[in-house]
């Protein structure tokens, strides 16, 4: 054979290397349609369990461990000893075996006098230590120094060992021998003693694929792909064949498919060829639509089709969930449905059917029309994602939530979470809103922002000051409710994509939202009710400060009024300035200053109605209308909970609250209600100074000079102009 073509083995390197974002001092800031839904490769390390289809050769060594000592030791056990357990914590294992305590049975199992096993895990973890030292990019010679061994002695020390494990030293002496490239003494030890082990062995598999790996080097090539086939590494002897190396993954996957039509690494080639075609969303600014290669993707669609049609491959749900799943990335969800509805009746692993009910989930969400029928079905779709959620929780998964970083970024770490997100927030609630649907929108988004929250215990901190004045923060666990009214804690309730819905939907559906709250209707309310975050003080709150925004100071009164005052240190914001103060004067009490501010502006209402003295009306006006501009303008934490930039959730801050309907009716009303109490008052002194207060210079100058405050101005304003 010739030469090594290198455009396949590219393809192929890309079509399995794991993405890796490139991150520097900030974290990205994904979309919820940036989730990746394609899944035919189970994460297996994200979700807790021990092995993936990403390292079988490990799970069929761990098993070979089992059978050579006993089965009732669990393979995760194994794992943990064989490979995650680094050489300095399994030399100390080693040295004080005798005295081990602990609850790991393949480590009980050592320790009873196994001592040929247990040099020989020593000595293969040495030897890893040793490779990755000297295999390392920054490898120098001097990093020889307090290494255990050199390479050259362990492939002494292996090679001179005769003992029951004389297969595994073998391993040791190739890999050492492959990193010191001395390719022919691998080649020469496969042929006269590796190459007699049973080939049912996984031991000789792990050494062939060395041993295909050398005659490569030495440009044997059709050895190496004659020893990467009987490996089953099919990627690698496609990357070292000659004939005309395709020029896509899609063509190497046929060529694959010829070879072995249920290849191991279809799922990792495929996962990772589809996923390059999703949005991921990293910046929130930015559109998710990606570039789509259209003639790859129809490519991989025929060839899809035509491997589940041939009955050749075992799972052809795979294939045809895949064809589905690129037909509706190219903008053909109708299509894309018939072909999952093959995937559906098709045979396909448990796990590929979870798969494939997501998709369906998510495609039924952009094609149904949203009538009573779809909300019958949604209920029942979302019993069951949600029931996956609460199932598969890991300490993983809790970590990070309890963190809330991953979580209000929409950085992906939980499919199940991940997908009720994906398909809820950009797909179902905006249809619902299009459909007059509010309520029903609110109540999915505040389920999708929150069920995975109300499922974990959150860490908190609190303060410990001992007897002697040393201070020292303590973590601790505590339930959402309890975390999220931390007064040591800004809520995150006031950025998510929730709250950015019921923010802007308008005060009546917020209202008729809240009272379906205390009064649901069906079971579907109740259901999303329960799995939202719905502290009614949370929810008063939120649509108090709508009152405010629209005016609606008595609504306010009565909404604001449900609240309590330790509800404060609940708030993203507080206010600092007195809103009935023309100047920016500090607010003497800060405590319920909503509420108090709504009732004020409630008795000022009573006061210009009922009043008949028209200076204690104009008053009122001026304090009224003054204390409505103020609401928009330096006190805005009234009607807002945040403004310009300082506030980043999961959503940048959109409003442009200058130009709000609601603040340019306020300001817009106050302005009249101030020109109207001035040509109200009576009592001209009164009328003066309260020109004067709001800089009116010119207008007491001209039109109260006889005044106290007019003859002051007029003797002491060089320039007279109304501010």
């Not at 990755?132 to 307090?146: A, C, D, E, I």
């Not at 974990?456 to 923060?473: L, M, S």
């Not at 009064?519 to 109740?526: G, I, L, M, Q």
Request: glycine residues 4%; proline residues 3%; negative net charge.
């Amino acid at each position: 054979m010739k030469s090594l073509k290198y455009t396949l083995a590219i393809s192929l390197l890309a079509a399995l290397w794991p993405a890796v974002p490139a991150l520097g001092c900030w974290g990205p800031w994904y979309l919820p349609k940036g989730y990746y839904m394609y899944r035919v490769v189970d994460n297996a390390e994200e979700d807790g369990a021990v092995f993936s289809q990403f390292n079988l050769n490990a799970e069929s060594n761990c098993r070979e461990w089992q059978h050579r000592t006993s089965q009732s030791i669990p393979l995760t056990d194994i794992y943990q000893a064989v490979y995650k357990m680094s050489l300095e914590e399994f030399e100390a294992f080693h040295n004080e075996s005798w005295g081990y305590g602990g609850n790991n049975a393949f480590l009980k199992w050592l320790s009873h006098g196994r001592w040929d096993e247990m040099n020989f895990l020593l000595f293969a973890k040495i030897t890893e230590d040793v490779r990755g030292r000297q295999n390392s990019r920054w490898y120098y010679p001097s990093m020889r120094t307090g290494a255990k061994m050199s390479l050259e002695e362990i492939v002494d020390q292996a090679l001179n060992y005769r003992g029951p494990l004389r297969d595994r030293y073998l391993l040791q002496a190739v890999r050492a021998m492959f990193s010191l490239r001395r390719y022919t003494d691998c080649i020469a030890l496969w042929d006269k003693e590796a190459s007699l082990l049973p080939k049912e062995c996984i031991i000789r598999q792990l050494i062939l694929l060395y041993i295909a790996g050398a005659e490569y080097r030495m440009k044997n090539y059709d050895k190496a792909v004659s020893y990467f086939y009987e490996a089953g590494d099919f990627v690698s002897m496609i990357a070292c064949s000659d004939v005309n190396p395709p020029a896509s993954t899609v063509e190497a996957i046929e060529r694959i498919y010829q070879q072995e039509p249920n290849c191991s690494h279809f799922p990792e080639m495929l996962q990772r060829l589809v996923h390059t075609a999703e949005p991921d969303g990293e910046f929130y600014w930015e559109e998710l639509d990606k570039d789509l290669v259209k003639d790859e993707h129809r490519q991989l669609i025929r060839l899809a089709v035509r491997i589940a049609q041939e009955g050749k491959a075992h799972n052809t749900a795979m294939w045809y969930y895949t064809a589905a799943f690129i037909e509706d990335l190219d903008g053909h969800p109708v299509e894309a449905s018939k072909l999952l509805a093959k995937a559906e009746q098709s045979h396909g692993t448990e796990f590929i059917k979870e798969s494939v009910k997501v998709m369906r989930i998510y495609l039924d969400a952009k094609l149904m029309p949203y009538n009573q029928g779809y909300e019958n079905l949604l209920f029942k779709q979302l019993q069951w994602l949600d029931q996956k959620i609460a199932d598969n929780i890991t300490p993983k998964v809790r970590e990070r939530t309890s963190e809330y970083y991953d979580l209000a970024c929409n950085i992906s770490y939980y499919y199940w979470n991940d997908m009720m997100r994906r398909i809820i927030l950009p797909e179902v609630c905006p249809r619902m809103i299009v459909s007059s649907k509010t309520i029903r929108a609110l109540q999915l988004a505040n389920m999708a922002d929150n069920r995975l929250l109300g499922l974990v215990d959150c860490k908190t901190y609190h303060k410990k000051t001992h007897v002697k004045g040393r201070v020292e923060w303590v973590e601790t666990t505590s339930s959402m409710s309890e975390f999220r009214r931390d007064k040591n804690r800004r809520s995150p309730d006031y950025s998510n994509y929730f709250f950015e819905m019921i923010d802007s939907v308008g005060i009546d559906k917020v209202i008729a939202y809240r009272n379906r709250i205390e009064r649901p209707v069906d079971t579907f309310d109740r259901f999303l009710n329960g799995r939202g975050y719905v502290d009614m003080e949370y929810i008063n709150d939120i649509v108090g400060t709508q009152c405010l925004r629209t005016m609606r100071y008595g609504d306010a009164v009565t909404y604001l009024g449900h609240i309590g005052r330790s509800f404060e240190g609940h708030l993203n914001t507080e206010i600092y300035w007195d809103p009935f103060s023309y100047e920016r004067r500090d607010i003497k009490d800060k405590s319920d200053f909503k509420y108090r501010f709504a009732r004020e502006m409630c008795m000022l209402e009573q006061e210009m109605n009922k009043t008949t003295d028209p200076d204690r009306k104009a008053e009122a006006m001026i304090r009224y209308a003054t204390g409505m501009r103020n609401s928009f303008d330096r006190c805005w934490p009234l009607t807002q909970y945040y403004r310009g930039t300082s506030y980043f959730g999961q959503v940048q801050e959109k409003r442009d609250w200058e130009n709000e309907p609601e603040a340019i009716r306020a300001k817009k009303r106050s302005t009249e209600l101030f020109k109207t109490a001035c040509a109200l008052f009576t009592n001209r002194e009164l009328a003066a100074e309260t020109l004067y207060e709001f800089n009116q210079y010119r207008t007491v100058a001209e039109k109260y000079p006889e005044t106290e405050i007019g003859q002051y101005v007029c003797g002491h304003c060089d320039n007279l102009y109304d501010y």
